[in-house]
């Protein structure tokens, strides 16, 4: 296990280079840029949050070579002055190996629009996300293990059938449509107040006693993070259901019922071993997903300042180091979540060795 550890860590520098390199090549393609944007409102432009770059069909340039067409009245010595600020009056490799230098010290570089480094804005929206990635995360496990190992051993009853019946329209629900029925129902929407419609906590939070805050805390996050499970759930409990069916038919199993096991024996000694694995490698995926791409919509709906958020907005202004810098963090987590999602295999069962690989 020791050697492929270390295999592992020897790849992460190389796959985050792989991916950096191919984003890089993307955005020299993309239409737009920083500086089309800011030009775009030195022209008094309205441009909001959905189409920030309806006016990029003037545009005939790309990030690596910025001339603006729609930049009539505009001072070429600004244009000079823009480029020269967001680095595009140097070739893209110069640009490209001096991201690579920078990123490998952990240094993002500065946000074009706001006066923070990519870090600190990371560092502020990391609670928001970790939060509604975290706990929703551990309520669906906590839910949809128990309820697939149920089915599968109750396959074919009414209680298999009912809950199928359940967790297909749950699913078929669209989880900002949830979002805004909780809204409407339970934030003051129309008929209850009982949960606080926006924010990670209240304006006193600081003022508040240590189990006040814990109270607020779970306040504030209990309709975002419900939204999230609704839509998340189903396909997991359906894995986990099936993955146990898959492996009560097995040899084994039968074999374990002749020797007179009983079925609590052979349920989480035999069977619940070998049908995990296939749950535990999906785990790192799913946190991911709910860390920072499955809750961009419940960030929104909600006012919560996550990273989703912090990604979708810079994707919208191109502003290429919070893009760049949101990428690699998230990249890196991933990678190193992969990693220790192949050392719970090996926890689960022994006989997973990957030193083979």
Do not use: C
């Amino acid at each position: 296990m020791r050697t492929y550890i270390i295999k592992r860590l020897l790849l992460i520098p190389l796959t985050l280079l792989g991916i950096l390199s191919v984003n890089f090549a993307i955005i020299q393609f993309a239409p737009g840029g920083p500086v089309e944007y800011i030009l775009a409102k030195y022209q008094g432009m309205n441009i909001d949050s959905k189409a920030q770059f309806t006016a990029t069909s003037q545009v005939q340039s790309t990030s690596s070579s910025t001339n603006y067409q729609g930049a009539q009245g505009v001072p070429e010595d600004l244009i000079e002055e823009l480029n020269k600020q967001f680095g595009f009056d140097k070739p893209w490799y110069q640009r490209f190996y001096k991201m690579i230098k920078d990123y490998a010290k952990f240094d993002f570089g500065q946000s074009y629009y706001q006066d923070k480094t990519v870090l600190e804005l990371i560092k502020e929206r990391m609670p928001v996300s970790v939060s509604l990635g975290l706990w929703s995360t551990l309520i669906i496990y906590l839910i949809s293990i128990p309820l697939g190992i149920k089915k599968a051993l109750k396959d074919g009853s009414k209680f298999d059938t009912t809950t199928t019946v359940v967790i297909i329209i749950g699913s078929a629900i669209p989880v900002f449509l949830f979002a805004v029925f909780l809204i409407v129902f339970f934030a003051g929407g129309t008929y209850f107040q009982w949960f606080p419609l926006r924010g990670l906590t209240s304006d006193n939070f600081e003022s508040l006693s240590l189990l006040g805050k814990i109270k607020d805390y779970f306040w504030h996050i209990t309709l975002p993070v419900f939204a999230i499970v609704i839509g998340g759930f189903a396909s997991l409990t359906m894995l986990t259901k099936n993955s146990f069916l898959d492996e009560m038919s097995k040899q084994y199993v039968l074999t374990a019922r002749a020797k007179g096991l009983s079925e609590h024996s052979i349920l989480y000694k035999h069977i619940f071993r070998n049908a995990m694995l296939i749950i535990i490698a999906g785990f790192p995926a799913l946190l991911i997903k709910m860390l920072f791409t499955g809750s961009v919509l419940i960030e929104v709906i909600f006012s919560l300042n996550g990273l989703g958020l912090l990604g979708y907005e810079a994707i919208m202004t191109r502003d290429y180091p919070v893009i760049f810098g949101s990428l690699y963090v998230f990249a890196l987590l991933g990678l190193v979540l992969k990693l220790i999602s192949d050392l719970t295999y090996s926890l689960v069962d022994p006989r997973i060795n990957f030193d083979k690989i």
